[in-house]
């Protein structure tokens, strides 16, 4: 094993503070990463990594090696790169999460394009609504859809998420149209509880740039995009949704669009990777990919 390759498996080792963790996201076997690092613990003469029976963590002197590992790395791919022409096939894997209906619905429909431009990329995609540990997980970089509150990660923000209010023309045949707010009093939603905490979303919109809030009765409450979206075209009531997730009802007419001038706020959406992974050249052909495909298709 060379010894970049070793500096590789320590760093991701203290990242994901587990030598399984570390030996899954590199797919490795775990007796190759703890041979690897105690190879490199007797190269240097120093014990980099405590090793209990509960967690694994850098030693002071293993966590000053990491940032000169982090820095080495950085440069050699740098000047890599000094000898390769603009032209030169990017290659490597990249592990991304992404929200599950924009996983299903809007890239993993559109990577056959990215592999046109990068065929010697490999992606593992990650599709899944729970936030995932970026460091932990060995993640190279995630898809964050609404306010960010891990202030630890890098963010680039790459579109705004337009959401509509819409509702299905049997419920409206018997319930009639909301023209106004004040006739929400009338209505039903189907309500959306948080998967990751339960909260029940109340109902959004903005009025003289300000956002208001307000709870709607309900005769149903799911928890995934997928029911959420069924239930309204059953008839049970309005929903807040994106706009590219329900282009197609509308467009047939299965939905109607309501109150279009009382919308939601639009939701921010950012790529996230975390403050130790240098953005490399295949993560960034990546993100700038993934940025032109949703500024087209779910942009506010």
């Known amino acids: 094993m060379d010894r970049l390759e070793l500096l590789r498996i320590f760093m991701r080792v203290v990242d994901s503070a587990s030598f399984t963790r570390a030996a899954n996201t590199l797919d490795l076997p775990r007796s190759t990463v703890s041979s690897a690092i105690r190879q490199l613990e007797e190269r240097l003469g120093a014990r980099l990594i405590h090793r209990t029976t509960r967690q694994v963590s850098a030693t002071h002197d293993g966590l000053a090696f990491y940032e000169r590992c982090q820095r080495l790395l950085i440069d050699y791919e740098e000047a890599e790169s000094l000898f390769r022409g603009a032209q030169t096939h990017l290659h490597g894997k990249l592990r991304i999460d992404v929200p599950g209906r924009i996983g299903r619905r809007i890239i993993a429909p559109a990577l056959p394009d990215f592999f046109a431009h990068h065929p010697d990329i490999e992606i593992e995609l990650g599709v899944t609504d729970r936030a995932v540990d970026l460091i932990q997980e060995g993640i190279d970089c995630a898809l964050r859809v609404g306010p960010l509150s891990d202030s630890t990660l890098i963010a680039r ?6 959401l509509v209010n819409c509702a299905s023309p049997a419920y409206l045949e018997s319930n009639g149209t909301p023209r106004r707010i004040a006739d929400l009093d009338r209505h039903f939603a189907v309500n959306y509880a948080s998967p990751a905490t339960g909260k029940i979303e109340e109902w959004e919109w903005v009025e003289k740039s300000e956002l208001r809030t307000r709870p709607m009765q309900a005769r149903v409450t799911v928890n995934n995009a ?8 059953a008839g049970l009531g309005l929903i807040q949704v994106p706009a590219y997730d329900v282009a197609d009802h509308l467009a047939s007419g299965k939905l109607v669009e309501v109150l279009p001038r009382h919308r939601a706020a639009p939701m921010p959406m950012h790529i996230v990777y975390s403050h130790r992974q240098h953005l490399s050249r295949r993560l960034k052909a990546f993100v700038d990919w993934l940025t032109v495909l949703l500024g087209q298709r779910i942009s506010a």
């Open 157 to 162: 923000k790459v579109a705004d998420l337009a």
């Open 226 to 233: 997928e029911a959420y979206i069924a239930c309204c075209l």
